[in-house]
């Protein structure tokens, strides 16, 4: 069930802070997972400074976390965010596909903040992921570029 | 002679999946026998209490089962209201020693588990 | 096998916390079922007919004995003190709660196991060939490289939430003892003409309703190149497998849809943006990872008499000489083996054990194996590394457990599913069919005559039984409320995987042990010279099975 809009925050997954919906800037660009997949050129010709929105029309669709590494992928260094159905169980899983930012509802604020310590560390190497369990091994491997 | 949209209406508690189905008085019962059937009238209170009572994280999976003599007395329903497999498992058995040929089931499928379900 | 350091034990200690806290909030309220659904998914834990059932992780199908004995004691504590082992590796516990689940997750972490990732629409656990690293057969252990994508596949974000589920086995034998070919992806490791060991990558096989062989992706993969080629794959699949319909969901139907070529090409297009990237596996961490499993040092054995001893054995003991035809498996080291603990037998669901039995399996593999238990695709269990001269001890204690009686590979080692005595999906038993087959081919010589034959049972469309791969396929279905059951002949799991066609109208269950006694007495009537069922069934065709199933 989702609150209404007046009782959603924008939750920085970084640092688990939260900023009232009125202070955020409206999204430049919309993707929904229940859109097609955006083509390679459209998400290359994206400008890497603006707000992109990506809508999970249900938590369970997880076609917006391929879109988001995606659109990271291509150098995009803007605000990437969240919406729709998310959970605070996803939190990490946003953050680490290159997520800066959630919608949530304010009642969840503290579940998603613990949920951004319930892990230790991760095997993937991914993009600005310091605890990466590939990256805290012991001898140094030649990509990263972290 | 039950009507054709007389049904039980059984579920699964949320803590530890064990089965039940609501009684007349609307509560939820471990025990098939005191299952209750309701009617076409009263069955719209049933699913309202039970609907209720899976906000109220009490049970999860509701489902109703028509009382029709096929499918309330499914293979499905009679091995839940049993509670168990049809076949016991090594635990139930002695640890060591020979294992004895004489084929038995559960008690309460004994007496029908060399006959097909059929329906009444 | 691989040891779990630090950060390993940190990180299952972690999530079983971060499963307990989800445990509260779901009890509380604060999670819906819709939402608490996928995430108890994730950890393994399924709602079944009669309870809740907990399914337990085993990596490509390797325990230690202390771990044997954990599962032992979680039968015990936390169940009806027996466990099932299944068709992908892992173990089954059908009467579980859910409010003790947290206390089951931390009990697995204590000895480096947990539930992570055993269901719920994310990549499953990786399956392998139960003799790995003992393998006569093998080009190198593939255990490895199962470990490598286990870590890679663990909590990957971008996969957590497929289109449904995803299955990869890895082989690296002659033969393929991981059925590579009815998987998601299937991986062959194979040598290249510069003598490169690779991957043959196998995209789209399955089960299921529409049961599928998987089609070739890569000739040949470098070892290198493997993440960022899954990488690609399962991105490919997560963006364009269809979320519409759950029995259309699979990458077989993508793959499918589309074309092996037109999937090939976009796997390839995908995969030139990300190799060479941060997703490559740097040659460090392979090589951490892959020196978990050198070539394990064998004690050398300077007494040969127990050649002579089994010889002797073998000729006077009936029961004995069919357990070492069946149950003894080659091994790179001359004078070792690895053993078949059957799980099948009457009275006996198949792929069940006792607690009581667990423990005297981990005494058994400690004290004349090197104390390591394999899980089979069979859903047996397999001691490896084992020397040869302890086989008549090691027979003398199965059978005073009661587990020498059956042989592996004959028609008595049946797959069966749980079917409609524990699972919720079934439309119908599997367990009674299975133990009234038993009975019906009790005779140990008569199976032994009879040869190599795979018979599996599954209860439902579903398919866990894997009866599409069978020689002889049992699928349970209903029929106005009555169970039936369907026959198909001609499957097969192994290098040449093909699936089993339908032979006619379903049998109700009473039936079935003679309609399965036909098709055997008819493979008996017409073999020729040591032809297998398998041959007959290729040379003869289906239609004199056909004609003596419905005469």
Same mark, same amino acid.
């Given at each position: 069930?989702?609150?209404?809009?007046?009782?959603?925050?924008?939750?920085?997954?970084?640092?688990?802070?939260?900023?009232?919906?009125?202070?955020?800037?409206?999204?430049?660009?919309? &993707?929904?997972?229940?859109?097609?997949?955006?083509?390679?050129?459209?998400?290359?010709?994206?400008?890497?400074?603006?707000?992109?929105?990506?809508?999970?029309?249900?938590?369970?669709?997880?076609?917006?976390?391929?879109?988001?590494?995606?659109?990271?992928?291509?150098?995009?260094?803007?605000?990437?965010?969240?919406?729709?159905?998310?959970?605070?169980?996803?939190?990490?899983?946003?953050?680490?596909?290159?997520?800066?930012?959630?919608?949530?509802?304010?009642?969840?604020?503290?579940?998603?903040?613990?949920?951004?310590?319930?892990?230790?560390?991760?095997?993937?190497?991914?993009?600005?992921?310091?605890?990466?369990?590939?990256?805290?091994?012991?001898?140094?491997?030649?990509?990263?570029?972290? | 002679?039950?009507?054709?949209?007389?049904?039980?209406?059984?579920?699964?508690?949320?803590?530890?999946?064990?089965?039940?189905?609501?009684?007349?008085?609307?509560?939820?019962?471990?025990?098939?026998?005191?299952?209750?059937?309701?009617?076409?009238?009263?069955?719209?209170?049933?699913?309202?209490?039970?609907?209720?009572?899976?906000?109220?994280?009490?049970?999860?999976?509701?489902?109703?089962?028509?009382?029709?003599?096929?499918?309330?007395?499914?293979?499905?329903?009679?091995?839940?209201?049993?509670?168990?497999?049809?076949?016991?498992?090594?635990?139930?058995?002695?640890?060591?020693?020979?294992?004895?040929?004489?084929?038995?089931?559960?008690?309460?499928?004994?007496?029908?588990?060399?006959?097909?379900?059929?329906?009444? | 096998?691989?040891?779990?350091?630090?950060?390993?034990?940190? &990180?299952?200690?972690?999530?079983?916390?971060?499963?307990?806290?989800?445990?509260?909030?779901?009890?509380?309220?604060?999670?819906?079922?819709?939402?608490?659904?996928?995430?108890?998914?994730?950890?393994?834990?399924?709602?079944?007919?009669?309870?809740?059932?907990?399914?337990?992780?085993?990596?490509?199908?390797?325990?230690?004995?202390?771990?044997?004995?954990?599962?032992?004691?979680?039968?015990?504590?936390?169940?009806?003190?027996?466990?099932?082992?299944?068709?992908?590796?892992?173990?089954?516990?059908?009467?579980?709660?859910?409010?003790?689940?947290?206390?089951?997750?931390?009990?697995?972490?204590?000895?480096?196991?947990?539930?992570?990732?055993?269901?719920?629409?994310?990549?499953?656990?990786?399956?392998?060939?139960?003799?790995?690293?003992?393998?006569?057969?093998?080009?190198?252990?593939?255990?490895?490289?199962?470990?490598?994508?286990?870590?890679?596949?663990?909590?990957?974000?971008?996969?957590?939430?497929?289109?449904?589920?995803?299955?990869?086995?890895?082989?690296?034998?002659?033969?393929?003892?991981?059925?590579?070919?009815?998987?998601?992806?299937?991986?062959?490791?194979?040598?290249?003409?510069?003598?490169?060991?690779?991957?043959?990558?196998?995209?789209?096989?399955?089960?299921?309703?529409?049961?599928?062989?998987?089609?070739?992706?890569?000739?040949?993969?470098?070892?290198?190149?493997?993440?960022?080629?899954?990488?690609?794959?399962?991105?490919?699949?997560?963006?364009?497998?269809?979320?519409?319909?759950?029995?259309?969901?699979?990458?077989?139907?993508?793959?499918?849809?589309?074309?092996?070529?037109?999937?090939?090409?976009?796997?390839?297009?995908?995969?030139?943006?990300?190799?060479?990237?941060?997703?490559?596996?740097?040659?460090?961490?392979?090589?951490?990872?892959?020196?978990?499993?050198?070539?394990?040092?064998?004690?050398?054995?300077?007494?040969?008499?127990?050649?002579?001893?089994?010889?002797?054995?073998?000729?006077?003991?009936?029961?004995?000489?069919?357990?070492?035809?069946?149950?003894?498996?080659?091994?790179?080291?001359?004078?070792?083996?690895?053993?078949?603990?059957?799980?099948?037998?009457?009275?006996?669901?198949?792929?069940?054990?006792?607690?009581?039995?667990?423990?005297?399996?981990?005494?058994?593999?400690?004290?004349?194996?090197?104390?390591?238990?394999?899980?089979?695709?069979?859903?047996?269990?397999?001691?490896?590394?084992?020397?040869?001269?302890?086989?008549?001890?090691?027979?003398?204690?199965?059978?005073?457990?009661?587990?020498?009686?059956?042989?592996?590979?004959?028609?008595?080692?049946?797959?069966?599913?749980?079917?409609?005595?524990?699972?919720?999906?079934?439309?119908?038993?599997?367990?009674?069919?299975?133990?009234?087959?038993?009975?019906?081919?009790?005779?140990?010589?008569?199976?032994?005559?009879?040869?190599?034959?795979?018979?599996?049972?599954?209860?439902?469309?579903?398919?866990?039984?894997?009866?599409?791969?069978?020689?002889?396929?049992?699928?349970?279905?209903?029929?106005?409320?009555?169970?039936?059951?369907?026959?198909?002949?001609?499957?097969?799991?192994?290098?040449?995987?093909?699936?089993?066609?339908?032979?006619?109208?379903?049998?109700?269950?009473?039936?079935?042990?003679?309609?399965?006694?036909?098709?055997?007495?008819?493979?008996?009537?017409?073999?020729?010279?040591?032809?297998?069922?398998?041959?007959?069934?290729?040379?003869?065709?289906?239609?004199?099975?056909?004609?003596?199933?419905?005469?």
């Amino acid at each position: 069930m989702r609150d209404d809009d007046t009782q959603r925050q924008l939750f920085d997954l970084a640092d688990g802070m939260v900023t009232d919906m009125q202070d955020r800037r409206i999204a430049d660009y919309v &993707f929904a997972t229940s859109d097609s997949p955006p083509a390679d050129d459209e998400i290359a010709g994206l400008n890497t400074s603006r707000v992109i929105e990506i809508s999970f029309d249900k938590f369970s669709d997880g076609r917006g976390f391929t879109y988001a590494r995606r659109i990271r992928d291509s150098g995009f260094s803007g605000m990437l965010i969240a919406s729709g159905h998310v959970i605070a169980d996803q939190a990490e899983y946003l953050r680490r596909c290159g997520f800066s930012h959630a919608e949530i509802p304010m009642a969840k604020i503290a579940d998603w903040q613990s949920a951004l310590s319930a892990m230790p560390a991760y095997f993937q190497h991914m993009a600005k992921s310091p605890r990466s369990r590939m990256v805290t091994s012991a001898m140094q491997h030649k990509y990263d570029n972290n | 002679m039950p009507k054709t949209d007389d049904i039980i209406l059984t579920a699964n508690r949320l803590e530890d999946g064990v089965v039940l189905w609501m009684t007349g008085k609307l509560d939820w019962t471990a025990d098939r026998s005191r299952a209750a059937i309701f009617d076409a009238d009263n069955a719209q209170s049933a699913h309202a209490r039970a609907e209720q009572d899976a906000a109220a994280n009490r049970i999860v999976s509701v489902y109703a089962v028509a009382v029709n003599g096929k499918a309330d007395q499914s293979a499905r329903e009679m091995i839940r209201a049993a509670k168990g497999p049809s076949i016991i498992p090594p635990a139930d058995k002695p640890a060591c020693g020979s294992i004895s040929l004489d084929r038995y089931f559960h008690p309460v499928m004994r007496r029908t588990s060399d006959v097909s379900l059929r329906s009444a | 096998m691989y040891r779990y350091d630090q950060l390993d034990h940190a &990180f299952v200690k972690a999530r079983a916390a971060q499963f307990r806290n989800q445990v509260e909030r779901r009890l509380a309220g604060a999670l819906s079922e819709d939402e608490f659904k996928p995430l108890r998914l994730q950890n393994g834990l399924y709602l079944q007919l009669h309870a809740y059932m907990l399914r337990v992780a085993i990596p490509y199908g390797v325990l230690s004995a202390q771990q044997l004995r954990g599962l032992a004691g979680i039968a015990r504590d936390f169940d009806r003190g027996f466990g099932h082992f299944t068709t992908r590796q892992n173990i089954q516990f059908n009467w579980i709660k859910l409010v003790e689940t947290p206390d089951i997750l931390d009990r697995l972490a204590s000895f480096d196991m947990h539930a992570i990732q055993t269901s719920g629409n994310c990549i499953r656990n990786v399956t392998s060939d139960p003799l790995a690293g003992a393998a006569a057969d093998e080009l190198e252990d593939p255990r490895g490289w199962c470990e490598i994508i286990r870590q890679w596949s663990t909590l990957h974000p971008e996969f957590a939430f497929l289109p449904r589920k995803f299955k990869i086995a890895v082989s690296a034998g002659i033969d393929d003892r991981a059925a590579t070919g009815f998987h998601d992806i299937g991986l062959r490791m194979v040598k290249n003409k510069d003598g490169q060991i690779g991957f043959r990558v196998l995209v789209g096989g399955g089960q299921g309703r529409t049961p599928r062989v998987a089609q070739q992706i890569a000739t040949f993969l470098p070892k290198r190149h493997l993440l960022s080629y899954l990488e690609a794959i399962l991105r490919v699949y997560n963006q364009a497998g269809r979320r519409d319909n759950i029995y259309k969901a699979r990458i077989k139907i993508l793959v499918e849809a589309m074309g092996i070529d037109a999937f090939r090409d976009a796997v390839e297009a995908e995969w030139n943006k990300i190799r060479e990237s941060a997703v490559e596996l740097p040659d460090s961490e392979r090589d951490r990872i892959v020196g978990y499993f050198a070539p394990i040092d064998l004690p050398i054995i300077t007494d040969s008499d127990y050649v002579h001893d089994i010889s002797t054995r073998r000729q006077n003991d009936r029961a004995f000489d069919l357990w070492m035809a069946r149950n003894i498996h080659a091994h790179w080291h001359p004078d070792y083996c690895s053993v078949t603990i059957s799980l099948k037998a009457i009275d006996r669901p198949p792929g069940d054990a006792s607690a009581h039995e667990m423990e005297a399996i981990a005494d058994i593999a400690e004290a004349f194996g090197q104390g390591e238990i394999r899980v089979t695709y069979e859903q047996n269990l397999i001691i490896p590394h084992m020397a040869k001269q302890h086989l008549p001890a090691v027979f003398n204690r199965l059978a005073k457990l009661g587990l020498a009686g059956g042989e592996a590979g004959l028609i008595g080692d049946m797959i069966a599913c749980p079917g409609l005595d524990y699972c919720n999906l079934a439309n119908a038993r599997s367990l009674p069919l299975a133990d009234k087959i038993f009975r019906r081919f009790d005779d140990a010589d008569r199976r032994a005559d009879i040869g190599a034959l795979r018979l599996n049972i599954s209860g439902c469309i579903n398919a866990c039984g894997h009866h599409h791969a069978a020689d002889i396929g049992i699928l349970g279905v209903n029929k106005k409320g009555v169970e039936h059951y369907q026959i198909t002949l001609g499957g097969q799991a192994g290098e040449a995987a093909a699936v089993g066609t339908i032979m006619g109208p379903s049998f109700e269950e009473a039936d079935v042990p003679a309609a399965i006694e036909r098709i055997v007495d008819t493979y008996m009537d017409l073999r020729q010279d040591n032809e297998t069922f398998a041959d007959s069934l290729t040379r003869l065709g289906t239609a004199p099975f056909k004609e003596s199933l419905y005469a």
